[in-house]
């Protein structure tokens, strides 16, 4: 059987969950913080989650995953029609970690945390977000889902990064980053009302407290 490693409040690590859920994949959570130990870094390089344990070994990178789970569960394709079309559905998938996620990534400490991010920092998180939601409501169908008609692994790059993303923007900016791209608080309320990310969801909160202690004991370090 597969096991996934990481924990129910990284976004990334519930990118992989939905698409197992909705492949209908059976796996072992495996419940992991990042780490350096040994022992970790002895099985992923990185130290990072998620990661996946297969018949024939780890693997790591969540873009990798979805393409592996592709592979093995063609059945539900979550990248899907011609060689154009998942090539396109793969570019709004990178478009939202590029330019959405990863940005934002920046001032989670600050959002989230209680932390401090200074004010350049800040000022380009917020000219980043901006322009990477005009992007993606240039590149993207939103009709409804973002690659278009049927569900993608690009809606569930969407969903899980503008969820923080939003949450970074209306704290630090008071900006509603979904209203930047014309469809996006459509499908969001969309992809919210699905039983398996409600059930995600509720994972989330659960583990949210542990969580919470996690990260105060590693900003005291």
């Known amino acids: 059987m597969l096991k996934l490693y990481g924990f129910d409040v990284s976004n990334y690590y519930n990118m992989i969950k939905l698409a197992m859920a909705l492949k209908g994949i059976e796996y072992e959570a495996v419940p992991t913080y990042p780490n350096q130990t040994p022992e970790y870094l002895a099985i992923v390089p990185t ?85 990477g939601m005009q992007a993606i409501s240039r590149a993207a169908s939103f009709s409804p889902y973002l690659a278009g008609d049927k569900l993608s692994a690009a809606d569930i790059f969407f969903l899980y990064s503008l969820d923080l993303a939003s949450g970074v923007a209306k704290k630090l900016y008071n900006i509603d980053l979904l209203a930047e791209a014309p469809g996006a608080q459509e499908l969001m309320r969309t992809l919210n009302a699905m039983p398996e990310v409600k059930a995600i969801a509720k994972d989330k909160r659960a583990a949210g407290p542990a969580f919470s202690a996690y990260v105060a004991q590693q900003m005291k370090k």
Not at 59 to 68: A, C
Not at 108 to 125: L, N, R
């Open 47 to 131: 130290g990072k989650v998620p990661a996946l344990q297969t018949s024939d070994g780890m693997l790591i990178e969540t873009n990798v995953i979805f393409d592996y789970l592709e592979e093995v569960s063609p059945q539900m394709p979550l990248i899907h029609g011609s060689a154009y079309e998942k090539a396109r559905i793969r570019e709004l998938m990178k478009m939202v970690e590029l330019y959405v996620e990863l940005p934002a990534r920046r001032c989670h400490s600050e959002a989230f945390f209680g932390g401090k991010v200074d004010d350049i920092t800040k000022s380009e998180v917020k000219r980043a977000l901006l322009n």
